[in-house]
Nanobody
Framework: QVQLQESGPGLVKPSQTLSLICTVS??????????WSWIRQPPGKGLEWIGY???????YYSPSLKSRTSISRDTSKNTGYLQMNNLKPDDTAVYYC??????????????????????WGQGTLVTVSS
């Protein structure tokens, strides 16, 4: 059974770069069974889709975050990465990595909380503050 674990700094200053890690266990990040996504939830707000990476390494991003976001992976470490530049206080959120066989589920879950996504990490809180 695939499991995901996020890690990264809990506090980042405005204008700095955020780097988060998603460690995959119980399966391979290169399996063609899953899409791998980053999703976040600001305090008191709903889920927001950030982007995803496919088993072949193709990436797609939310238009609102595309200019300052990068999703990548290291297949030798079975690990995914999220980098977000020029952080703002509004980027304060719990950041999740998630995986599902259907890309539709990873996107729609941000607007329909009843959507089932097969694998979630536990989330990591990132606070953007000086």
């Amino acid at each position: 059974q695939v499991q995901l674990q996020e890690s990264g700094p809990g506090l980042v200053k405005p204008s700095q770069t955020l780097s988060l890690i998603c460690t995959v266990s119980g399966g391979s990040i290169t399996t063609n069974y899953y899409y791998w996504s980053w999703i976040r939830q600001p305090p008191g707000k709903g889920l927001e889709w950030i982007g995803y990476i496919t088993y072949s390494g193709n990436t797609y991003y939310s238009p609102s975050l595309k200019s300052r976001t990068s999703i990548s992976r290291d297949t030798s470490k079975n690990t995914g990465y999220l980098q977000m530049n020029n952080l703002k206080p509004d980027d304060t959120a719990v950041y999740y990595c998630a995986a599902d066989p259907k890309l539709h589920n990873l996107v729609v879950v941000t607007t329909d909380k009843d959507t089932y996504v097969e694998v979630w990490g536990q989330g990591t809180l990132v606070t953007v503050s000086s």
